[in-house]
């Protein structure tokens, strides 16, 4: 009678005060290709093979580059100033950034995403972590599908990278942009695979670490990520805390980040915006500032929060030594917690004004930033109930009916008259292509 073992579960490590195990569950990690010049040229073909930049708000700085644009040594958040004769002299193309179409591309990239598997974490407007548990074999096949299906359905490349571990499958997904070796799938589930691309990525694109901790492991004699996946556990902990200890971990197949595939609830949110001139009046402002604190609520109640806390900041332009600098900021606590669009205006310009300081000359400061930030947010279900609540006159219809007119006829159909009318405060987008997908006033048309 033939003897009947137990099978030995893997080795168990104790990372900070989690206990953690060996995964040979696959993650895979679909990304974008320069996301936002990719949608751009979705719409505009004469964009294609041509060097393009994404600008900032205000059209200040680079957010997004080509292929063509990188070869060029264009830098992430290289101020437009600096390169202007560079691009003159290669036909570099400008845009703007245009958000409605960038984050409704996404959306309809997650829609793709969604039936392949049931079980999706978008990380960000262009990557999203993908279970591929239960393919067995056919993951890699299921992966290259799920690619071609993308950039069949939206027209956006993509590249997917499949690990047991957030950490390695982005590290598989930067081999997959990378090594065309791998066509644009890197699976680093074997451990041979694997081996051989982290002994190839340098520990500066190991998702993580930042600068300040990549001079420290430089001068460890860490160089690679095949190196810091072998640094002790208790040195990576003592060389940059329990961060590092875990990133260490994952490296090593062991998972400390856990895959959210319900989002977690958001903890705050921020709505800011640079001035396209300068705000020299606290009435400017005051617009400026009732427009943001508009768009921070209706944010709110499209999550189904309130808020406890806002924080109202404006600032001078710090870039500018030759110019009066002032800047200002207050955190006020907000009760009843709200989401509603008058109880945010209300409190948010009555803060601002407290902080409100002209130039001795009489010209004014000439403000160039304002935002709101709100934390302490809870779901309206569990909002705290206030014992002595205050009179509310205004009626919750009022914004309901505010956001089914603007939703209905696009943003800013119907605003807060504290907004104003001409906008002078509003940021400059010089270079923005339209809004091919949600403004239907918008769309090419055909003349015949």
């Known amino acids: 009678m033939g003897s009947c073992r137990r099978r030995r579960a893997p080795p168990a490590h104790r990372i900070g005060a ?25 719409f505009d073909m004469s964009l294609r093979g041509i060097p393009v930049i994404v600008l900032s708000n205000n059209d200040g700085a680079v957010v997004a580059r080509s292929d063509e644009s990188k070869a060029l040594g264009i830098r992430m958040a290289e101020p437009v100033f600096k390169i202007r004769d560079l691009m003159k002299r290669h036909g570099v193309k400008a845009m703007s950034s245009n958000y409605a179409l960038y984050g409704d591309v996404s959306r309809r990239v997650s829609e793709v995403l969604h039936s392949y598997s049931p079980r999706l974490e978008t990380y960000s407007i262009d990557e999203s972590f993908v279970d591929l548990s239960g393919f067995g074999d056919r993951m890699e096949t299921h992966a290259a599908q799920m690619r071609d299906a993308v950039r069949t359905e939206t027209g956006i490349p993509t590249c997917v990278g499949i690990a047991p571990t957030k950490t390695l499958a982005k590290l598989a997904n930067y081999a997959a942009k990378k090594n065309p070796l791998f066509s644009g799938v890197c699976n680093l589930m074997d451990q041979d695979v694997r081996d051989y691309v982290m002994r190839r990525i340098p520990i500066g694109e190991i998702w993580g670490v930042g600068s300040a901790t990549e001079a420290k492991l430089k001068a460890q004699g860490i160089d690679s990520a095949a190196e810091l996946r072998d640094l002790p556990l208790a040195l990576g902990r003592k060389i940059g805390t329990v961060v590092l200890e875990r990133l260490v971990a994952e490296l090593r197949g062991l998972p400390c980040i856990d895959f959210e595939d319900v989002p977690p609830q958001r903890k705050g949110m921020a709505v800011t915006r640079s001035a396209g001139t300068p705000m020299t009046s606290f009435d400017t402002l005051a617009q400026a500032i009732s427009a943001h604190a508009t768009r921070a609520a209706e944010k709110l109640r499209q999550h189904g929060l309130v808020a406890g806390t806002m924080t109202v900041f404006y600032h001078t332009n710090p870039h500018k030594p030759d110019r009066p600098r002032h800047s200002f900021s207050r955190s006020i606590r907000l009760r009843p917690m709200s989401n509603h669009t008058f109880d945010l205006v209300d409190a948010a310009v009555a803060a601002a004004r407290k902080g409100w300081k002209g130039d001795p000359s009489g010209n004014g400061y000439g403000y160039t930033k304002a935002g709101i930030i709100l934390d302490d947010l809870l779901s309206e279900a569990d909002r705290p109930a206030m014992l002595f609540p205050p009179d509310r006159p205004r009626d919750a219809r009022l914004t309901d009916a505010l956001d089914a007119i603007n939703d209905r006829f696009g943003k800013k159909t119907m605003v807060l008259a504290r907004e104003g009318v001409s906008r002078t405060w509003a940021t400059k987008a010089d270079h923005r292509s339209p809004r091919y997908t949600t403004r239907i006033s918008e769309l090419p048309t055909l003349k015949v």
């Open 18 to 42: 989690v206990l953690v195990e060996q995964s040979d569950r696959p993650i895979a990690l679909i990304d974008c290709n320069n996301f936002y010049v990719s949608c751009e040229r979705l």
